[in-house]
């Protein structure tokens, strides 16, 4: 099985940085994307950023697009998530995620029902 444990949350001003990790154990080629998503209390799990294990291509939601940078280091499979300029809408519990889908070379998949393991999550909290 694949088991994905997160960390590098926590608090920050606006305008802050964090660098959110997220340990891949268990990890086989059945893994073909990852991703990070986020979910605020009442509303739906989003997807963030993600990317295709060979780096090839990856995801932004317009909302983070130019203030974050997700990563994957292949040689210890850590999935990473830069965020830069954190914005009090980016408060929410974010989870690591792996799936098996391939959309192909242009569509890296990031919607909640386009992966297969999760993480626990970590919170982040961006104050104004």
């Known amino acids: 099985q694949v088991q994905l444990v997160e960390s590098g949350g926590g608090s920050v001003q606006a305008g802050g940085s964090l660098r959110l990790s997220c340990a891949a154990t268990g990890y086989t080629d059945s893994v073909i994307s990852m991703g990070w998503f986020r979910q605020a209390p009442g509303k739906e799990r989003e997807g963030v950023a993600a990317?295709?294990?060979?780096?090839?291509?990856?995801y932004y939601v317009d909302s983070v697009k130019g203030r974050f940078i997700v990563s994957q280091d292949s040689a210890d499979n850590t999935l990473y998530l830069q965020m830069n300029s954190l914005k009090p809408e980016d408060t929410g519990m974010y989870y690591c995620?792996?799936?098996?889908?391939?959309?192909?070379?242009?569509?890296?998949?990031?919607?909640?029902?386009?992966?297969?393991?999760w993480g626990q999550g970590t919170q982040v909290t961006v104050s104004s």
């Open positions: 990317i295709y294990t060979g780096g090839s291509s990856t």
């Open positions: 995620a792996a799936g098996r889908i391939y959309g192909g070379r242009w569509y890296v998949p990031h919607r909640v029902h386009e992966y297969h393991y």
